[in-house]
Each structure stands twice: as structure tokens, then as C-alpha cells.
């Protein structure tokens, strides 16, 4: 991230600094409008903002650590709750938000096995459901995947109640105005939910949305002003997928690149 905000720089000074230098250069030649000086600076002033705004969006610096998609796969258990970065804008504006990586999480139901590969349970756009692990993983910005799991040991009893409360979850409407208790599902609700009624562990912290975006008080909220339609919820109660991650309940088992 150093060497990219680096380049950046040196990027927009070279960009601004021909600009200004052709200024200079005409101040003392003969007077002459045509407005290609206006639309050389307006046109490093926009490189300027679209290259930052490129290194505002451009997610945390990958881990190290590197697993193929099967090796990981088969280290899986039943309750690994997995987090990955989809490239959607939302998601990635819930990331900035919530100053993290990640943006999207779903929940292990099902081990590889020889008869089927690991599966998990998710909510997505436009109903929760259940995705093979290769794919789930495929569509992490960047191959980055964490995989943490709990740090209370289930039980075997624990294990079909993690699948019993995924399964009955399936099938609901995504909740793109991320409410804790809407009737419909996103994300980090879902996978909160199925863990809290399987093994009565709460992963997570909620709280409402001026709590949430105090935490980065640098953000511009122009896209969730245009996203609640001119009226940012505030008071209303959510969970993110980053809470989820930093939970105490949890322990981290991977992360890094995931490759094929």
C-alpha cells in the first residue's frame, strides 16, 4: 500500500507540476485564450481525485499466508464462519465504513467429504442460500479469505443445530437497508443468528448506524446519502461483517490468498 501511495504521488506531481510549468512558460508570451491551459489543469485535477479515490478503495494489504481452495477446504468444520471481500460497490462501501477488508461472511454447514465438497450458508442478494466453498471463495476480491472459528469447541448436537438454524433461514429476501430486525436477512444478521441459536454465543456487537460511523469520522457519506434516499437511517440497529470478525468468540484459522 506504501509503494502504491508512493506512486500515486509521484504520479499527480509530475501531472500537476507539466501543468504549471506550461503556465509559466506562456505568462510572458504573446496573450492568447483559446482554454487548453483550463482544460490541461482540469484534466490533472480530475486524474488527481480519480487516482485517490482508487487508493481509498483499494482494500487492506493482503496477508502473506497462500492455501489452494481443496487444502483449505479440507481443514473446515462445521460452524467456521468465513469472510471474504466481493466487489460490488456497496459491499465495498460497507468495508470502508467499517474500516476493513472484508465486506461479505457466510458460515460453514456441511465438511468435504467424498460425496460433496464443503458448503456454505449464506445471505445474498436476492435470497439467503447455500454455495459450494469454491465458489463461495471464487468471488473474494483478490483471493483474500478468513476463516475463524469459534473458540468454544462445538459439540456434535451444536453442529446439526448450526445446520438446522441455517436451513431455516434460507429462502428470505436480501435486506439492503441492513436492519437488525427487519423480516428480511443480510450477511452478518444471518450468520450472527444461526450461531447465537445454535450455541447461544453472540458474535458481533450491534449498534445503530450514528455509533457504526463515529468509528470513521472521515468518511464521506455521499453514497449512503444517495443509497437511504437523501436519509440516512441513524438510529437504526445493525452488525457488520468486520464486528463479526473482531469478535472475542472467535479465533482466526486462515487468513490470506486463497488460490485455485
Known amino acids: 500500500m506504501l509503494t502504491i501511495n508512493r506512486t500515486i504521488t509521484r504520479t499527480i506531481t509530475r501531472t500537476t507540476g507539466s501543468v504549471l510549468t506550461r503556465f509559466s512558460q506562456r505568462r510572458n508570451a504573446k496573450p492568447r485564450y483559446d482554454g487548453s491551459l483550463i482544460k490541461a489543469f482540469s484534466a490533472a485535477s480530475l486524474l488527481s481525485l480519480a487516482l485517490a479515490s482508487t487508493a481509498q478503495e483499494l482494500p487492506a494489504q493482503s496477508a502473506?499466508?497462500?492455501?489452494?481452495?481443496?487444502?483449505?477446504?479440507?481443514?473446515?468444520?462445521?460452524g467456521d464462519v468465513?469472510?471474504?471481500?466481493?466487489?460490488?460497490?456497496?459491499?465495498?462501501?460497507?468495508?470502508?465504513?467499517?474500516?476493513?477488508?472484508?465486506n461479505h461472511v457466510g458460515v460453514v454447514i456441511a465438511q468435504q467429504s467424498t460425496e460433496q465438497e464443503a458448503q456454505i450458508a449464506e445471505s445474498t442478494f436476492p435470497l439467503s442460500k447455500t454455495t459450494s466453498f469454491s465458489h463461495f471463495v471464487a468471488r473474494s476480491e483478490g483471493g483474500r479469505v478468513e476463516v475463524s472459528r469459534l473458540t468454544s469447541p462445538l459439540s456434535a448436537p451444536q453442529k446439526l443445530a448450526i445446520?438446522?438454524?441455517a436451513q431455516k433461514r434460507l429462502?428470505?429476501?436480501y435486506?439492503?437497508?441492513f436492519n437488525l430486525h427487519s423480516k428480511r436477512q443480510f450477511c452478518s444478521r444471518y450468520v450472527r443468528?444461526?450461531?447465537?441459536?445454535?450455541?447461544?454465543i453472540n458474535l458481533g456487537e450491534p449498534e445503530n448506524f450514528a455509533s457504526l460511523l463515529s468509528h470513521n469520522p472521515e468518511l464521506d457519506l455521499s453514497f449512503w446519502r444517495i443509497w437511504y434516499?437523501?436519509?440516512i437511517p441513524w438510529q437504526r440497529i445493525t452488525v457488520s461483517p468486520a464486528s463479526l470478525m473482531r469478535s472475542p468468540a472467535l479465533r482466526s484459522q486462515f487468513d490470506g490468498i486463497v488460490h485455485g
Open 82 to 102: 468465513v469472510f471474504i471481500r466481493v466487489a460490488a460497490l456497496p459491499f465495498k462501501k460497507v468495508a470502508s465504513a467499517t474500516l476493513s477488508w472484508t
Open 64 to 78: 502473506p499466508n497462500s492455501i489452494s481452495r481443496a487444502q483449505l477446504a479440507s481443514q473446515l468444520e462445521v
Open 175 to 177: 435486506d439492503t437497508g
Open 193 to 200: 443468528e444461526v450461531i447465537k441459536e445454535a450455541s447461544d
Open 229 to 231: 434516499f437523501g436519509n
Open 171 to 173: 429462502g428470505i429476501f
Open 163 to 165: 445446520q438446522a438454524a
